[in-house]
């Protein structure tokens, strides 16, 4: 029954993003999707930001991992609170859907977003029609995939002797500011986005996170589990990022490329498990090579939206004179 909860909170939150993304893209100018986009998915970030560090307080310091004749005591404490934790979740969703109730009317008639096309079948399998709709799923998966790859083994690389040695406890808290990362990434983009166009932008961030990556899969000591905390910066603009520049692109309708978009989430379950594996298998460095493979496609993924804006640029210059 947990499992099947955890299932339909999971298919809520995604069908609350194939509705908001493309509604956040369209709720004013076309050029400035990408940071209105951008700017919304930075409070997103604080969720992540507070999630891991009271999750660590919850979790690792009651007991769940303690030996000895009080550990069964302790371990039921600590998933008592885990009950409250979920209470409070539930009434914030509930105050979240008041607040669209009362708002609801102004929300009816967005601009549609640039580049959307005249499309009107909003199937997901009319998505899979476009080139770039099919580009920019991939590049969400990889990058899913990567983000919550690190995240997920970012405990128990903090916590080795050859890193920072911490306490399970401790690199919980460390693991904040992985998400923090994120959040300060996505506010700085969105200042950044008014003078850097958003797929050049993405490019280099993409190619400094794999140059991260690969950083830490050869380095030890304090300095590689500091370098592993700051990918989050470097995650902070690709979502929404990837999200509208597909938008822009795809010759399919908006409400089909969003939806393949969000489908193409579920990287997040299938790269984590190969990232174990790899980590099993070589150790925790060199499972970072995964997702520095993931980022590099992205960037080739932002390469080729730059090449399609600037060859854009010059048809509309010759046509011009």
Known sequence: MYLVSLFVIAGGIT????????????????????????????????GTVAGPYFGSMLLLRGGVFTAGGDAQALRAHSLRQIDTSFFIVAGLVAVLTG??????????????????????????????????ALAGGLAIFLYVGAEVSVGSMMINFLHQADV???????AGKLLALYWLGAMV???????????????????LVAVLAAALCLSVSRLTGPLS???ALSIGLCNAIMFPTIFTLTLERSSASSAATSGLLCMSIVGGAILPP????????????????????AYAVIALFAFNAVRTAVSRAASG???AH
Do not use: C, Y
């Open 99 to 132: 607040f669209i109730f009362l708002v609801r009317r102004s929300l009816e008639t967005p601009q549609p977003v640039q580049g959307g096309g005249p499309a009107t079948d909003d199937r997901v399998l009319a998505a899979l029609k476009s080139r770039w």
């Open 185 to 203: 990434g996505r506010f700085a983009g969105s200042v950044l986005m008014i003078r850097i166009p958003a797929a050049r932008l993405l490019m």
């Open 15 to 46: 069908i609350l993003q194939v509705s908001a993304n493309p509604l956040a893209a369209a709720l004013g100018r076309p050029e400035q999707s990408h940071l209105r986009l951008t700017l919304s998915q930075a409070f997103n970030s604080l």
């Open 274 to 293: 190969m990232t174990g594996l790899l980590a099993d298998a070589l150790g925790l460095h060199a499972a970072f090579l995964l997702p520095m493979a």
């Open 164 to 170: 920072m040695g911490v306490s399970l406890e401790a």
């Open 225 to 227: 589990g500091w370098i």
């Open 317 to 319: 210059h010759s046509v």
